[in-house]
């Protein structure tokens, strides 16, 4: 619920109150505060036509930003386009600084991220030992709420305290790293929930509601028991299925995603497996909520039978599926696998025998073009080695019996397997394959680039299969995003990938489906939610 930091013989403490715009900082001792200030939409990087205003109201300081066009950098001259006030809210002294300062982004520059370099503002410094910074497009709302939460630090820290002792099931003195990254990343995704509406798909930068993301991260609020979340969610996206039977890639997107609607309906069967389990299905659905499930997914089906499959395979285009740095455009591996489960799950629900006619059917085209008895084929006519196999076997493990995943598993492991912990998006022996992250350039990201989401999915499907067999690769791929969670990165959160070549913490530093499929494989090897209730 809040940071503290030692800083030679002071503490500093931050903390931001939930369902405000406000910043709260303190320091053990009276300090020099210095205000460093660079307001932009994201990604907006032009460097003119930024203008900042500082006066006093009051017990109050008033930073005004305004953003003007810049004929060097826009078509227009001195047109506003926005502005936004900060008010601080403090007890001391303060000194206007009022200049710009070049800074250096190491991280920028490292990820290819242009620009590396940008001037900031320093507005000012203050003398104090608290401070309340408030943000509005609207002046006295600002101040209004900075006088209101410089008023009721101490309740609203509290109720933060409180918030997350409930989220947590706060254990007290944790020292076993495992159940400290567990909590973390329950933090991590209940922090990219948004108004209890969606999941962000990560910080800093993909500040959206991806589907894929969501649906991916669903089971993880599931076993946190945010089942009226996971359930709005579903339904959100059941009801965005489009005339073709795939969704957007996200909300009013004209993008499509070939997996998103395979990815919300097995996510559909775990919550109702779930909640079966704990015999609570009927107070969290009415038995028309079941049959709109059915129907929406149903819907879909008929739609991607009519429109999206050949001799029984089921047809993406390019730029569909996760690895969508890729053509990949054709009959891949990981969408059988969603259409296979599409149609065993409608068989459970309707008992319509006509759903397990196309899943036999279908399954009996994967077997005899797909898989050749030693590897499974990313997909039709397109032995590549990767990961991919992993998805198929977490969302339809019944494509192949034990001993052929084992077969499938072993031979794919030797070309994919990074020792530190993870699995390459590519056979390592492949010319395509790149050891290094390529950062904003996205040639490694599915050619060599280790995907942490992809890591822990491929961790629990090992040992499902075989947890005896496999315990080497679990062990490790536990360890690599246990170390990553909590010492590299952003600290606490699961980032998005790492390089091959060793364990970094690369890509987008908190991603929703990292975090989700850590505390999936928490669960499934410890059964920790079962434990904690």
Known sequence: YEIKRECGSATETFFMPH??????????????????????????QRQWGRFYTIWQEDDKIIVKFVKKTDSREDSSDGREEYSLFLVLKFEGMFKKVEEWEKRSYEFDKKRNSMPYERYVFSALTLKTEKVVLSFSKN???????????????????????????T?????????????????????????????????????????????RDEAISLKALMLCENFSLAKNILFRHLKSVLHDGKLPTKSGSLLRSADSVGWISKRAEDLIYILKNKKILEKQFTRNEIEE??????????FMIKYHTREHLVLNNEDETWMDSLQRDGFRIEIQAMQLSMYRLMHEITNNRIYRELEDSLKKEVMDKFWNKKYLADGLNDFTIRPNIFIAAYIYPELLT????????????????????????????????RPEHTGENNESYHNGDSWFWINNLAAITLYRLDKKRYKKYIDKI????????????????????????????????????????????????????????
């Open 293 to 302: 499930i059915e129907e929406r997914i149903g819907h879909s089906l008929d």
């Open 139 to 165: 002046k006295e709302k600002a101040k209004k709420e900075a006088d209101y939460v410089f008023r009721n630090i101490e309740s609203l820290r509290k109720k933060q305290k409180e918030y997350y002792d």
């Open 19 to 44: 369902h405000y715009d406000s910043l709260v900082y303190e320091v053990t001792q009276p300090s020099n505060i210095e205000i460093v200030l660079d307001a932009k939409e994201s990604y907006d």
């Open 478 to 533: 536990l360890e690599a995003s246990t170390k990553e969670i909590l010492w590299q990165g952003a600290i606490g959160h699961h980032a998005e990938l790492s390089s091959s070549c060793g364990l970094r913490s690369e890509g987008c530093l908190a991603q929703a489906w990292s975090a989700a499929m850590y505390i999936e494989l928490i669960n499934e090897i410890f059964n920790v939610a079962q434990k904690f209730r």
């Open 402 to 433: 034990k001993k052929e995943w084992i077969i499938c598993f072993d031979n794919a492991l030797k070309s994919l397997w990074n020792d530190w912990g993870g699995v390459s998006t590519i056979d390592k022996n492949n010319p395509l394959f």
């Open 167 to 211: 989220l947590l099931k706060l254990r007290k003195n944790i020292k076993n790293e495992v159940m400290m990254a567990y909590f973390c990343t329950i933090n991590s995704l209940d922090s990219l929930v948004v108004d209890n509406k969606g999941i962000f798909a990560g910080l800093p930068w993909f500040f959206q509601f991806w589907t």
